[in-house]
């Protein structure tokens, strides 16, 4: 099992940053891929940008190149998404997700609670 607690959301101005933090706790060191998705109202949630364990591969979403960075400090199991040039349609809540990879290959999805960001034009 893997708990998962984010923080970081709240209101800024279209332009500004944030920055979105995730700590992790349980069996940490079964995961094998950490990162952030987000849904909008009435939309479905879309993967943002996640980060592999095992050497720091990165993936973004086209909306999030060039103005989020996915990063993560191992030492204290934290994954943190940087969010720069915020646009009123990066508006939504934003979920830690981590998948947990067992000796036996099977796969586990976990979710945090989510935080709202919410960016004013």
């Known amino acids: 099992q893997v708990q998962l607690v984010e923080s970081g959301g709240g209101l800024v101005q279209a332009g500004g940053s944030l920055r979105l933090s995730c700590a992790a706790s349980?069996?940490?060191?079964?995961?094998?891929?950490i990162g952030w998705y987000r849904q909008a109202p009435g939309k479905q949630r879309e993967m943002v940008a996640t980060?592999?364990?095992?050497?720091?591969?990165?993936n973004y979403a086209d909306s999030a190149k060039g103005r989020f960075t996915i990063s993560r400090d191992n030492a204290k199991n934290t994954v943190y998404l940087q969010m720069n040039s915020l646009k009123p349609e990066d508006t939504a809540a934003y979920y830690c997700y981590a998948r947990t990879l067992d000796l036996d290959r099977t796969t586990y999805n976990y979710w945090g609670q989510g935080t709202q960001v919410t960016v004013s034009s």
């Open positions: 349980g069996s940490t060191f079964r995961i094998d891929l």
């Open positions: 980060i592999t364990s095992s050497g720091g591969r990165t």
